[in-house]
């Protein structure tokens, strides 16, 4: 098979734009081959788009991106997951839960702002409750006009040292890439240039991971410059490691990130897939 694949890719279940069915249905009119559904934090719409996939005749990856350890630069993609798991489901609804709890205070904190702001507006307009982060906060704050721009309303209220900042409660990173492992998926280190690191610190938090069971890492990632890419090829040369990749589609939530070949064009061969579920 010659058709490309993306195995990083965002819906409504968390921050994407498009329901699972809508980005199955896209991915198949862009000419893809396969695609992973890898939402933050939630398998909750995993179900639909392998459903989907099956109707109209796209191979579908089941999967999750996991947010771990102290900082938000670390994130772990589970491909091949089996969201029937019960470890694997009760932990994703307990990050659910708490994520819940984290919108609910950052709204809180907006209103002590000023801004004339609840929960539910914000659910109802962005149309997210169980999945919405900051990312739908910030928008409804510029769809309101309480902010002139999308980046501005993060800047100002929804980053670290800001009035309505709340942590995330997150796993830690043995519990995230052994939660993923439990369930029979594959531990990948997504977007290695979120780590803001050189190549001799990547290999060492890549070797603090592999001790907890990662097995993989993006080698493909549409926010690679070339450098990037062939660092990251390096890394899973040496270490033996499972080359994956995607566009980190998001819908209208990331503008100009496209199903497929991301800001440019990347392409991901299937033989990338293919030799991923040679180690499955």
Avoid: W
Avoid at 23 to 40: E, N, Q, W
């Amino acid at each position: 098979m010659n058709k490309m694949i993306d195995l990083h890719v965002h819906t409504t279940a968390s921050d994407g734009t498009y329901s699972p069915a809508e980005t199955v249905k896209l991915a198949y009119k862009s000419g893809l081959g396969a695609m992973a559904i890898t939402d933050h934090d939630t398998i909750d719409g995993v179900q639909e788009a392998v459903c989907e996939g099956k109707k109209i005749g796209l191979e579908l990856v089941p999967g999750v991106e996991i947010s771990v350890g102290n900082t938000d630069n670390i994130h772990i993609v589970g491909l091949y997951i089996n969201y029937e798991n019960q470890v694997l489901k009760d932990t994703m609804e307990r990050l659910t839960k708490e994520r819940r709890e984290r919108n609910r205070e950052i709204i809180s904190r907006l209103q002590n702002v000023g801004f004339d702001i609840t929960y539910e507006d914000v659910a109802k307009e962005m149309h997210a409750d169980r999945g919405m982060g900051r990312v739908h906060i910030a928008h409804y704050l510029k769809k309101k006009n309480f902010v002139c721009n999308y980046r501005l309303a993060f800047k100002k209220y929804l980053v670290p040292g800001t009035k309505a900042y709340v942590p995330r409660a997150k796993l830690s990173e043995q519990e995230g890439i052994e939660v993923i492992a439990k369930s029979g998926g594959i531990p990948i280190l997504a977007h290695i240039n979120y780590l803001r690191q050189n190549e001799a610190e990547i290999e060492k938090t890549v070797e603090r991971l592999m001790g907890y069971g990662l097995r993989g890492v993006e080698a493909f990632y549409s926010g690679y410059d070339l450098e990037t890419e062939r660092m990251a090829h390096r890394i899973c040369s040496k270490y033996n490691l499972i080359k994956s990749g995607g566009t980190d589609f998001h819908g209208a939530h990331r503008p100009g990130v496209y199903l497929g070949n991301g800001r440019g064009n990347m392409c991901i061969p299937y033989q990338i897939l293919s030799d991923i579920k040679k180690e499955l």
